[in-house]
Structures are given as C-alpha cells and as structure tokens.
C-alpha cells in the first residue's frame, strides 16, 4: 500500500491533520511528522483530544436527528481516519437501508477507509477535495450510492477550518447547499477564537507553519461571527448554532461545560 501511496503524493514527512488526531486519540495510523507536530499542538491545547470526542459525539446525535428525520443518505465530507461512530454505524443502526459516502483528499485515509468498508453494503469512499464540490458530488462511486435528486445529510464537522479563506469557505458551504434538493441537511462545525484567542492564535500559526492548513496565510482562526456565515441560506435546527456538547445532549449522557469547547455546531435545513 505504501508504494501505491507515493504514487498517488502521499508524503510521510508532512505532518496530516486527520493523522495528528488519530495520535492524539491513541490511534496507530501516523507518522513521525504527525506525532512531532500534535505533541507541540496538545502543549499549547491539551484540551484537543477531548474536543474531538465532543465533535464525535455531537455527529452522531445530529446523525440520529436526521435519520429520524427521513434522511437515508449520508456525505460525509473530510471525514479523517475511521475512529469510534463512524457515520455509517450510526445511521445503519438506525435505518438499515441507510447510504454513506465518505470523502477525503488524504490518500492513506481514503484506502484506510476503503478497506473497512470493503464488506459494508450502501457505503463508500472517494478521494476528492472539498474545493471542489461540482467535481466532488459528481464522482461516479458517489452517484452510485446517492441519488443527489432526493435530500442528503452533508456532513462537515471538523473541515471547513482546513480552509483559511472566509470567501471559499462561503462560496464552498453555498454550492453544496445548491447542489441538493430542498429538504436536505447541512451538518457543520468550526473552531472559533472568541473563547481562548491567544491560544488559537498560537495554533493557526503552527498548522501554517507546517503546511498542515494550505491557501492564504491568516492570524488566526475565524471568529464565531465569520463562522456562522456558513449557515446562510438555511433554516437552523433548533437549538440553532451553539457550543459543540450544547447542541441536543443526550438526557444523563456525561459531558463537559460547552464553554470548555471553543466550537461551535449546527445543523441547517435547505428551505
């Protein structure tokens, strides 16, 4: 797999967002360079691997929300390495006859990713860039499982901070949003600087410096202002954007003041 992944431009000694997080979650699917660069990441936010759990949490709630709904078909759109809940698991439970794509522009995820599906029926993982959407949501693989004429759960929990220009990031969410039919569902988070601006000012300079976040070079990560212009042009979900554990807790289940978590999540309906 390793020759197939050079091939393809896989680099080992680029430190790999998805791949940082599998480290810092225990995970064995990285490499020297992730682990360098999620050391000095958790030395400035220690707090990282439990907002990831948090994030999982909330994607499986909002999951469950939209199958209840009458959503059968899933994008999951920089979707990183497989980790506990992945979307699949989690709609199937629900309804059997549930359909999920996976989509990422990592290699060593997409084969990853490939290879756990490869006895899984209604799912599937391409290769694509979040960039660009038209290409994204006319892959052959993805046509087969989705039919893009019926509503479909988006899913970008995690991504849209990979892509530092606010203008793409609107221009992107706002394509998907046309692309599907009315009915369908954005599911989105983003890291926001209000909370702790020193701290994230710090991070969006080492995953600039290491190339891990590529495009315009900007001081910090987006305010939560600049980050709730991707809901435009959806009616929100109650209870509306909110910090990542805020939004539909499951009664009883253990979680963390929301304050502590500086995302915030959503999920807005196409009117």
């Known amino acids: 797999m390793e020759s197939a992944l050079r091939s393809s431009g896989f680099d080992p000694t680029m430190p790999n967002e998805a791949r940082m997080l599998d480290y810092m979650l225990g995970g064995k699917d990285n490499f020297a360079a992730d682990r360098a660069a999620a050391d000095r990441a958790l030395a400035l936010a220690p707090e990282l691997p439990m907002m990831a759990r948090e994030s999982r949490k909330f994607l499986n709630r909002a999951v469950r929300f939209l199958v209840a709904a009458g959503i059968r078909q899933f994008v999951d759109i920089g979707c990183g390495l497989p980790t506990q809940g992945p979307v699949h698991e989690v709609a199937q439970a629900a309804a059997p006859d549930a359909r999920v794509v996976y989509v990422d522009n990592d290699p060593l995820v997409v084969n990853h990713a490939q290879a756990l599906l490869t006895y899984t029926a209604r799912t599937a993982a391409i290769r694509a860039d979040l960039r660009e959407p038209e290409e994204l949501l006319a892959h052959p693989r993805l046509t087969e499982l989705i039919d893009l004429r019926q509503p479909v759960g988006i899913v970008l929990v995690g991504v849209l ?99 502590e978590v500086w995302a915030i999540a959503g999920v807005g309906r196409k009117p």
């Not at 710090?202 to 809901?231: H, K, M, P, W």
């Not at 554990?245 to 963390?256: K, L, N, Q, T």
């Open 161 to 259: 901070g990979v892509i530092p220009e606010d203008d793409v990031v609107r221009s992107v969410v706002d394509r998907l949003r046309q692309a599907v039919v009315s009915g369908s569902h954005l599911v989105m988070t983003q890291v926001i600087s209000d909370v702790r601006p020193e701290v994230t000012e710090e991070l969006a300079a080492l995953y600039q410096d290491e190339q891990i976040v590529s495009g315009s070079r900007r001081r910090n990560v987006r305010t939560r202002a600049e980050a709730e212009l991707a809901f435009e042009g959806l009616h929100l979900v109650e209870p509306g954007i909110v910090h990542v554990p805020a939004w539909r807790p499951d009664p009883g289940e253990p979680s963390v003041d929301p304050r």
